[in-house]
C-alpha cells in the first residue's frame, strides 16, 4: 500500500506527441475486457481516459493482477505509450494506448450504484447520495474546474483594480434584508441567536465608512428558503463596493470585468459599452427588467388605438388606468394551433391575466378571438402597430400594467423557446438601470424600497421623494444576461439627511429606524464616503455560462428537497446538552409527533 | 452631492516625481489648520497622507469652504504637486504638498470617538465599538491589504500546481472533530440542527473519492470555544488534499508553497528542503511539538547521571517511570535572581510541575538549590551533561515525561523572550514529523487518536497496532514557524481493512462507528485513491508574519469576549413567529432570569 507510483501525466492529457515515452498514470479503472491473452483497461482521472493494454510481454504476476481489475479499482500504471491502431474516434486520447509494464492497486471496489458515465440517466436523489461518485463523472469534474476558473479571474481582475478581499464575519445580527434568516443560538448568551448573513451589505458598507475604499469578496451567503433549480440556500456571490463612484464608474470597471471574465473563461468577445435599458423602457419593450434581447417580438402599446372601442375587456381595464399591449410573433400564425394558444394563456394565469386576445393575418382575411368587437378597419389599425403581415400571429393583453407586462414578457421568452430562438452561443448582456425607488403596495397604501433603504434616488428626482415618490427613480442598476439577472445594485445613500427624508417617506417610526439601522446611521456621523457596488451570484454565472439548467450541477455538494441526502449533509437531534448550554428546548409538540 | 471629482492618484502614492502635475485625490481630513492667509490639511486615504495648502489665490468660497472643514470630513480635492518647503520626514510624502484649487464636502463629520492614529492608547472595547474608525488607521489598512496578499499568493500557487478551488458545505450534519460545534436549527425539519463546519475533512476526503485528484479552499469554519488573542471562533483556514501522494510528496509542495510565500509577501528568502524533526526528538531537545529553533537552552536528560542520587525528589521521579531533565541558560546566572527564579517556578505549576532545580555554575564555586543533596562531583557530572561553564544558569525539573517537557519547554522559550533574544526576523520555519498515533489517556486506561481516527500509522509500525499501539507512528506532519505551528496534515487511511484495525484499537463499537464515520467508510468501498492533505489557519499566519501580537488586528470584524460588540454582530432575541418555525423554544429557567 505505501508504494505510490508517482505520476508523471494526467491521462487526458496524453497524445500522439507521447508516442514511445515512458509514462506513470494513476487512476479509476473504467472497464476492463480480457480478450485471451490481451487486456484492456480504460483508465480514467479527472482530465479523461486513455485505454491500457496488458499483454503477455509482462510478468505472469502483473499480468494476473491486471485480470483481478474490476470497474473502479483504484491503480497505479507504469507503461509506454505507442499508437493505437483502430483508432476511436470518440475519444480525445484515441490515437494512442499505454502498454503497462507495472501495475498497483491501491485499491478494490465493489461495484458502484451508480455509472461512471455523462449521461447515466439514475434519478437525482441518487445522484445526490453518491455524490463522489456522480462527480467522477468527466462533466462533473469539468464544471467543478469551470466554477474554479471564473472564481480565478474574477479575483485576478479586482486584485489588479485595487479592490482589497475583504473576509466579512458570518455570525452576525439579523439582518434587514427581508428573506429568512438561519438562526444560531448563542452558548454565551443563551436564549439569543446569531445570524447567518444574507448578504455582506452592512458590512461591505462599513468597511466603506472605514476607508477601506474598494472591496470585494466571493462571499458566502445564506437564505432560509425552499429550494428551487436556480436557488439554494447557501450560495456565493461576487461582493464589491467602491467609494467615491457614482453609477457610471461602477458600471465602467464591470465591464471591464466581464469583458476580461468573457474573454478568458468563454472565448467570447463582448462589445463595450453595453447597452443601458432604462427600467421604464425595458418594462415598455420587453415587458420584463431583466430583458432577453436576443430576439425581436417587442411589446407595442395600443392603449391610443383601441380607446373608446366597444370592446368591454379592452375598456375596462384602460378606464382602471390599467393597458392594452401586445406582441407579434412573425410568421407564427401557422406554428400555433388553437390549442397551442389556450395553454398560452392558461399559463398567463399565473401572472393574474384574465384573458389572452390572439389575431392571425391571413393572406386572405384576419381571424380573431375578438374580430366582432372590431371592425376590419379597426382591425387593421391594431394590427399596423405591430407591422403585421400575413402569416402573424399578435397576441394581446389588456389589464393592469403590472399583469399585462409580466403576462408578455413571460410570452416573448416562452414563445421565442417554444421556437428554438434561445440561441445558446449568443451573449446579450445588457443593463437596466433607473429603476423605480419605491414600489408601492395596493392595499397597504404604502411605498417600500424597490431594493433596500439604502439606495439613493437619482438627484434631480429627489424633489419629488414627497409629492410624487412613486416617480422617483433609483440609482440603482442590475446586470442582465440573455433574460437572467446575473447580478445588481446600487449607489447608496452617504447624507444623513437624505437617508432620513427616505425613512419619512416609508413612513418608518424612529424606533423601527433606530433598532434596524442605528448602527450604520451611527457610523455614517464620522465622515462617510460617497459609495455603491454591486453583487454577482456566483453559482447562477456558472449555471448560466456553462449551459446547465439547474444549479446543483455546479455546487460539489448541493442540498436536497427531498430527505435522500448525503449524511454529512443532513441536519440531526442535538443532545441534552447542547440544548442545555444554548438555553432552549426542542417544542414538545414536535418532539411527540 | 452627486459631483464627484474623478481621481487621479491615490495620496500615498505622491512623490517629488508628481511635482507640477495636476492632480485630483479624494479623502479623509485628517486635520486643518488655519494660519491666516493660509489653511494646511493633512488628507488620507487608505495609502497615507498628503499636505493639502488653500491659499488666496483660489476663489474665496472655495477658501472659506477650506475654513469650515474639521477632522474626518470626507473631501475630493483638485490641485497641483509642489515641492514643499519645510520637509517632513515622518512622512512619506513628506517632500511635497498639494496646493488645492478646487474642494468639493462630500461629508461633513461629527468628532469622533477614538482619534485616528495607529499609537492611539483607547480600550480594545471602544476600537471594536467604533470598528469602522479603528479600520481608518493606516496599520490596521495596511493589516487587510498583507492578509489580502497573502491570500492572493496562496491562491496562486495552488493554482498553478493543478489544485482545484471547491467550495464545500457550510449547513452540515454535526463532524466529529471534537471541539463544540455551532448548531443550526432546521426549519424543514424543525427539532434537528445543521452544524456549522469545524473544517472541511469529510468533504475535502470525499472530494478524493471523487477523483477531484487536488482540492484547495480558504475555508471559513467553525468553534463554539471561548475567545483568546490567537483564536476567534470563526476563523479561516487554508484547506488542501491530494491523491496518489505519501509524506514527502506533500512536504515537497509545501515547501515549495512557503517559499514563494515567504519571497513575494515578506521578501524573504528561505532555504528548502526545511529541516524535519521527529516528534520524539523535538520532544526531548526542544520539550515542545513546536520547537522555537532561534536559540539554543535545548533539553539534556540527567536520568542516568542522577539514578541512585540520594535526592528523593529525582528518585521518586525516576522510579515512576518519569525523567529528570534539564536546560542550560548560557551566562544566564547573572540575569535571574532568587525572585526571578521563584517566578519561574511559580509559572511552571501551570503545568503540574512540583518545583524548580536550579544550579548556578560561579567561577569559584557553584550554588544550587540542591547542592546539599549533591557531592561537588556529582555536580560537576550534572553541570557536565550541560557543558556547564561559569557564568551559566541550569535549570532541572524531575516529574512525569509529559510535566518534564511541558514545563522545560515553556521555560525554555520564556526566558529566550525576557533575554530578548527572539528576533522577529528571523523565520525559522521546520516540521514535525512522525507523531505518535495514539494518545494514551492514563486514568481511563485507553488510546484515543491524537490528530483524527483517519491519520494512517506509518506502515513499518502497523505491526505494533495490536501489541503496542503507544508506539505506532502516525504519518503526521506539523509546519511550525518560531515555535507556533502555523499548520498540520497528514496521510489518510485509505485502506479499509486498516481502518477497521484503528477502531478496533480505539475501542469502538461498531455502532458508533457507524453513527459517526459511517458515511465515509461507505463511500470508500468503491474505489479510494491514497491521499492526504494539510490546513494552515490563515488568520494565525497573517498574524505572525505581520508581527502582530492579537488576532484580532487581522480580522477586519473580529468579535468581543465583553457585552461591547458591534451592534451588527451582537446576537439577539429571536420572534415568537421563528421560534415557532424552527420548532424550539427559549427555556424559562434562563428566560425569566
Redesign the interface.
Known sequence: ??N????THMCGTLNANNIGEKVVL???IQKRRNLGGLIFCDL???TGIIQIVFNDNIPKEVFDKADSLRS???V?IAGVVAERESKNKDLATGDIEVFAEDLVI?????T?PIYIKDDDEVSDNLRLKY??????KGKM?RN??FR?KI??VT?EFF?SEGF???????????TPEGA????????V??????A?PQSPQ??KQ??M?????RYYQLA?C?R?EDLRADRQ??F?QIDLEM????VD?VIEIQEKYLKKLFREVMNVEITTPLPRYPYAEAMERFGSDKPDTRFGFELKSLNDVVKNSDFQVFDNALAAGGDVRGINIDGGAEKFSRKDIDKLQEAIKHFGAKGLVWIKIGEAETTSSVSKFFTPEKMKEITDVFNGKPGDLIFIVADKAKIVFDSLGFLRRDIAGKLGMLDDSQYNLLWVVDFPLFEYDDEAGTYSPMHHPFTSPR?EDVHMLDSDPGKVRAKAYDIVLNGVELGGGSIRI??RN?QRKMFEVLKMSDEVVNSKF???LE????????HGGLAYGLDRLVMLLSWEHSIREV???P?NQSAVC?????????SEE?LEE??????K???DQ
Open positions: 500500500m505505501d505510490i507510483l508517482k505520476r494513476n487512476g479509476w480514467r482521472d479527472k473502479e479499482y483504484v497505479g491501491y485499491s478494490e471496489a465493489e458502484p455524490r463522489y461518485l456522480d462527480l467522477r469534474q467543478l474546474s474554479h472564481s480565478k479575483r486584485d482589497t478581499e475583504v473576509e466579512t464575519p458570518m455570525l452576525i445580527k439579523p429568512r434568516d438561519y438562526l444560531v443560538p448563542s452558548r448568551n443563551p436564549g439569543q441567536f446569531y447567518l452592512m458590512f462599513l468597511l465608512v472605514s476607508g477601506t475604499d458566502k445564506f432560509d440556500p447557501e456565493t467609494s467615491f463612484v457614482d464608474d438627484l452617504h447624507d437624505l442605528g448602527f450604520l457610523a455614517f456621523k464620522y465622515g462617510t464616503p460617497p455546487i460539489a455538494f442540498k448525503m449524511v454529512s449533509e443532513a441536519p440531526s437531534v442535538a447542547q444554548l438555553g432552549i428546548q426542542i417544542k409538540s414536535i418532539t
